[in-house]
């Protein structure tokens, strides 16, 4: 997407070959790109979340191990590169699957021949990436104009939590493809963008986004779409997902499954835009199967911004002897889910669902 | 309650007279105590939520009426006063019940007993609230000693959201009054305390009253309850309420509304805490007829703390270009509440439960 009228990717290797990424801590309020220089840096970028998103966070693993094999091309060296990179983020499936996707192309190769086949797979992961979102948009568009003809003069209004835009992944977004497509089709849209604490990624990210796009949008706190809901403000919901499992469960950003629950009460559709590697083939209850991530209490106790005199920093919002928790994610039953759209179509939030879409994943878990 | 070992009301007269309220736009960083010296100031008061909570604000405008009568005790002052503190929040139903007990207290009196006489019917109406919390502690502590039976040895974790704890009253608070009970009672209890954007009472207040009590208390941020309750991790909801239809929808703060739908959807105890002051005889359906207060963005796009240096102020947490929306309050329909507790008792959120408990009222209702 443009940044002042520039296209960028959220990560891409400049002329010198250098991997290059935006460092996502400092938006809405300052837009740095950084190098990741080695495998080390990769895995500090996605554990720290200058890079974060589901997608995002598998192509940057995918550049680390490209990295680790500039640095040292032995079997040793690949198996530690997927081992650090692995233990950086519990969650989301895509980082193990880019992973796999790695060792995959570069173990049966002389080391000699490793970096540059690790820079050209990590290259098409990104590519691949890109194509699975325009997909995604290409699906998901339809859906929008619908709901525009069915109120003709008044803008669609979307709401969506966390970032699962552009930033989230290489380039399109997964949510926000069809918005963007819609967008461009000249549909009039207004989003509602959940703040999304602890870290305010809606906020931060998806409020920048639709500012940099000039697309129509009000932030809300976390707390404001089931009032909306209510009140018939909101015509759909779309958000993104870090595991799908395969009867169609959906771990997500914390807070998204309180959104569902509002969505199903009041008769909003409620859907989850997904690039099949985001899909954990190998479970079912996402409930009972998908490991969540417990970060910092610090994330809670403080939040970050600009102050009036300019400066970027945290403030302190609770008294000193109070602890934070922070589960970062929650898992959305599929039970209420209208629908998955994925790079391949619509289908429901069901294991034949999501079979039909992905006959030859389901024909080797039947096999399994 | 006790802030370092003094004993506290949110709002008092001094050994001079003066009006004295915690201005708690301050907490939980600062403890300052304020002057209400006139009329004007209660009204700003209120309307700058130097104090909140709807039976604060109900006690606080009664002293303004009282306020006002040392002025100018005059019918037109009276009618003045009325309608200015009338004005300042829309939502909370206390406001208007304060007015008119105020209002009836005075009306027939010569204008030089009145000064005297709303003083002493302020101080009535503060000390009621005292004595209806309190019986709230009553008949909420049975349930929270059947939920530590039901599990010896562990603590009964309870979920709050906002501040309906002493300082949203005049003192034990609705919803917190069954835990202070509980915990003097020697019944382990932890409390889940929701952050609360955008103005953070969890965070600043429920959080400061928790610490200050020694109450073992976790900060969560709004998304979080759903998740936990999925895990099985809260026991029991209890939150308080701005106002309550006669069927029993409750009209509290934004994000009430998810959390209920979470405990429903988890099988997980919701319990409303009320005293019968919030109970807004004349409106049946909460979501058509309860007006929702909408404030202003900044709210929102800005957040309020202490930064590292030490100084108070608030940080920016989104582009210069994004807008914020603000519905203060949202509607739980009556379905979602597993019971009422007031201070005559605990009763079911249905038109047969309220007039179970407060027959005069429904008996008015009837012939009216």
């Given at each position: 997407m443009q940044v002042n009228g520039t296209p960028y990717r959220s990560i891409w290797r400049d002329g010198t070959g250098a991997v290059r990424v935006i460092d996502q801590r400092w938006l809405p309020h300052e837009f740095r790109v950084v190098e990741l220089a080695s495998c080390a840096e990769a895995a500090e970028a996605i554990r720290d979340m200058w890079v974060r998103g589901a997608p995002l966070i598998g192509a940057t693993a995918a550049h680390g191990v490209a990295l680790a094999m500039t640095e040292d091309p032995s079997d040793t060296s690949l198996a530690?590169?997927?081992?650090?990179l692995a233990a950086t983020r519990p969650t989301a499936v895509?980082?193990?699957w880019a992973l796999d996707?790695?060792?995959?192309?570069?173990a049966p190769l002389p080391p000699a021949r490793r970096a540059e086949a690790a820079f050209a797979r990590a290259a098409e992961i990104a590519d691949e990436d890109v194509a699975i979102n325009a997909a995604i948009g290409d699906h998901g568009l339809p859906l929008i104009r619908a709901l525009a003809t069915r109120n003709p003069?008044?803008?669609?209004?979307?709401?969506t939590h966390c970032n699962a835009g552009w930033l989230a992944t290489v380039d399109w977004g997964t949510a926000t493809a069809p918005i963007y497509r819609a967008v461009g089709e000249g549909i009039p849209v207004h989003v509602w963008v959940d703040e999304t604490r602890p870290r305010?990624?809606?906020a931060q990210l998806t409020a920048w986004e639709m500012a940099s796009a000039g697309i129509p949008h009000t932030l809300i706190v976390d707390n404001a779409g089931g009032h909306l809901m209510q009140r018939g403000e909101v015509d759909m919901v779309i958000t993104g997902t870090d595991r799908t499992t395969a009867r169609g469960d959906v771990a997500n950003k914390?807070?998204?499954?309180?959104?569902?629950?509002?969505?199903?009460?009041?008769?909003?559709?409620f859907y989850v835009a997904l690039p099949s590697p985001t899909i954990d083939w190998s479970l079912k209850d996402g409930l009972a199967?998908?490991?969540?991530?417990e970060r910092s209490g610090a994330e809670v106790t403080h939040v970050w911004g600009r102050a009036a005199d300019g400066t970027l920093g945290a403030v302190r919002i609770c008294p000193e002897a109070t602890r934070g928790g922070n589960p970062a994610f929650d898992v959305t039953p599929a039970r209420l889910v209208t629908a998955l759209i994925t790079e391949r179509g619509i289908c429901p939030a069901t294991p034949e669902g999501l079979a039909g879409l992905f006959p030859e994943r389901a024909a080797v878990l039947r096999a399994g």
């Amino acid at each position: 997407m443009q940044v002042n009228g520039t296209p960028y990717r959220s990560i891409w290797r400049d002329g010198t070959g250098a991997v290059r990424v935006i460092d996502q801590r400092w938006l809405p309020h300052e837009f740095r790109v950084v190098e990741l220089a080695s495998c080390a840096e990769a895995a500090e970028a996605i554990r720290d979340m200058w890079v974060r998103g589901a997608p995002l966070i598998g192509a940057t693993a995918a550049h680390g191990v490209a990295l680790a094999m500039t640095e040292d091309p032995s079997d040793t060296s690949l198996a530690q590169a997927c081992a650090t990179l692995a233990a950086t983020r519990p969650t989301a499936v895509n980082l193990r699957w880019a992973l796999d996707a790695m060792r995959a192309a570069l173990a049966p190769l002389p080391p000699a021949r490793r970096a540059e086949a690790a820079f050209a797979r990590a290259a098409e992961i990104a590519d691949e990436d890109v194509a699975i979102n325009a997909a995604i948009g290409d699906h998901g568009l339809p859906l929008i104009r619908a709901l525009a003809t069915r109120n003709p003069g008044r803008p669609v209004n979307i709401l969506t939590h966390c970032n699962a835009g552009w930033l989230a992944t290489v380039d399109w977004g997964t949510a926000t493809a069809p918005i963007y497509r819609a967008v461009g089709e000249g549909i009039p849209v207004h989003v509602w963008v959940d703040e999304t604490r602890p870290r305010n990624q809606g906020a931060q990210l998806t409020a920048w986004e639709m500012a940099s796009a000039g697309i129509p949008h009000t932030l809300i706190v976390d707390n404001a779409g089931g009032h909306l809901m209510q009140r018939g403000e909101v015509d759909m919901v779309i958000t993104g997902t870090d595991r799908t499992t395969a009867r169609g469960d959906v771990a997500n950003k914390i807070g998204t499954y309180l959104k569902a629950l509002a969505a199903h009460d009041c008769g909003v559709p409620f859907y989850v835009a997904l690039p099949s590697p985001t899909i954990d083939w190998s479970l079912k209850d996402g409930l009972a199967e998908i490991p969540i991530e417990e970060r910092s209490g610090a994330e809670v106790t403080h939040v970050w911004g600009r102050a009036a005199d300019g400066t970027l920093g945290a403030v302190r919002i609770c008294p000193e002897a109070t602890r934070g928790g922070n589960p970062a994610f929650d898992v959305t039953p599929a039970r209420l889910v209208t629908a998955l759209i994925t790079e391949r179509g619509i289908c429901p939030a069901t294991p034949e669902g999501l079979a039909g879409l992905f006959p030859e994943r389901a024909a080797v878990l039947r096999a399994g």
